[in-house]
């Protein structure tokens, strides 16, 4: 069950963390994305804020097009 949980809030983090302009707004807006749904489905909050932050940078770092 806390599997699904975290592809479901991985789901969602592709969806809204997208944005930042620079190295820091990326984890900073991924990183709330990320606690924001791990509170939403009752999960650790630091970690889906570190989750978060970390998929946030590596998809804009990878995808610099998309996150403008």
């Known amino acids: 069950m806390r599997t699904s949980k975290l592809w479901i809030a991985l ?12 190295f820091g707004e990326q984890a900073i807006f991924g990183g709330a994305a990320g ?3 791990a509170a939403v489905f009752d999960g650790d909050i630091l ?3 570190a989750v978060g932050a970390a ?3 590596l ?4 995808y ?3 996150c403008r």
């Open 11 to 22: 789901a969602l983090l592709t969806g809204l963390a997208a944005c930042g302009d620079t």
């Open 55 to 57: 998929g946030n940078v």
């Open 35 to 37: 606690a924001g749904t």
């Open 59 to 62: 998809y804009c770092q990878r």
């Open 47 to 49: 970690t889906g804020a």
């Open 64 to 66: 610099p097009e998309k």
